[in-house]
């Protein structure tokens, strides 16, 4: 198995000083976990290893986890606990998604 | 931050994170006014310039520099700055002898009261792993060579403490006051990965 090349930071911009979050998706995902944390749905600690569960899964997925994708970490790991908290079930969220792509598409003519 | 034109299909994580919230506004456990208040909060308040605040009155204010190194949680809670996720805070000191790196080798914490969010290099795989294995060689990545006499210390944080670095004070400032040593502490002098320097 071929391991990534952990020892170098190659193609990361380290002196970045960009926005805070680069597209509205990413705020809003991040404000939720907030919300939820702070309505006490789980712990700092619970979220930090759902988390890091995330990174995992998206690095043996081939995501060389750069930091760019951070985000989808982040959201990833926020439909793993409100399913696991029974806030919002996989379907639901599924069912929804559906829904909302639907909603959209009828707005702004993208029916198909 | 701008939302990408209305006629565009939504992508992927638009519809889930859209999902989402309005699943979550329909049973009431969030808003939009309060999601918006929070997105606020770290878009245009929280940053650097509040650790940048803290480090130069540490500098000036030797009494205060030992409350902060002592206990950084309570006295930086007494100036207002707690973290929304009530996590604990340590204020670690760079000397001739030692220079402190800070990372997050499980995740990404990072001291948001006093930072703001991290950002992208801090969450990389790269920076994580090799903070851990080769500091010296990460700070050079850094563009920051440290004498040989210098330790390295490296801070793992993680969802109950977070540390802040308190960088060095550069030779030559010591007539520079408060407001004007704020300006040279940058972001990455108290991540570990720079030093406050007066050429910037």
């Known amino acids: 198995m071929q391991t990534p090349d952990l020892e170098s930071l190659d193609g990361i911009p380290l002196d970045e000083e960009g926005p805070v979050f680069r597209e509205p998706w990413q705020a809003q995902a991040f404000a939720l976990v907030l919300k939820l944390h702070e309505q006490g749905h789980f712990t700092w600690t619970e979220w930090a290893e759902r988390l890091n569960r995330a990174i995992s899964a998206a690095r043996a997925g081939g995501d060389p986890d750069l930091g760019n994708t951070y985000y989808h970490h982040w959201l990833a790991a926020l439909e793993g606990i409100v399913a696991d908290k029974r806030l919002v079930t996989a379907e639901a969220l599924m069912r929804r998604r559906d829904e909302v792509q639907e909603e959209h598409g009828r707005l702004h003519g993208h029916n198909h | ?200």
């Open chain 2, 1 to 200: 931050m701008t939302e990408s034109s209305h006629r565009a299909p939504l992508s992927d994580v638009q519809l889930r994170v859209r999902a989402l919230e309005s699943l979550l506004t329909e049973k009431g456990v969030v808003n939009r006014e309060t999601l918006d208040g929070i997105v606020d909060h770290y878009e245009n308040k929280v940053g650097p310039h509040i650790g940048a605040a803290i480090v130069a009155r540490a500098w000036m204010d030797p009494e205060f520099k030992a409350r902060l190194l002592e206990d950084a949680s309570t006295t930086l809670a007494d100036q207002g700055y707690t973290g929304i996720e009530g996590s604990h805070m340590v204020v670690v000191e760079n000397t001739d002898a030692v220079h402190n790196l800070t990372v997050c080798t499980l995740c990404s914490c990072y001291p948001w009261p006093v930072l703001g969010l991290p950002p992208n290099w801090y969450k990389s795989t790269p920076y994580r792993a090799k903070a851990v294995r080769d500091p010296r060689g990460l700070l050079r990545e850094f563009g920051l060579e440290l004498p040989e006499e210098t330790a390295v210390r490296v801070w793992d944080s993680n969802a109950e403490i977070r540390y802040l670095v308190l960088p060095k004070r550069p030779e030559g400032t010591e007539n520079m006051s408060e407001a004007e040593l704020q300006e040279i502490v940058t972001r990455d002098s108290m991540v570990g990965t720079g030093q406050a320097t007066l050429e910037q």
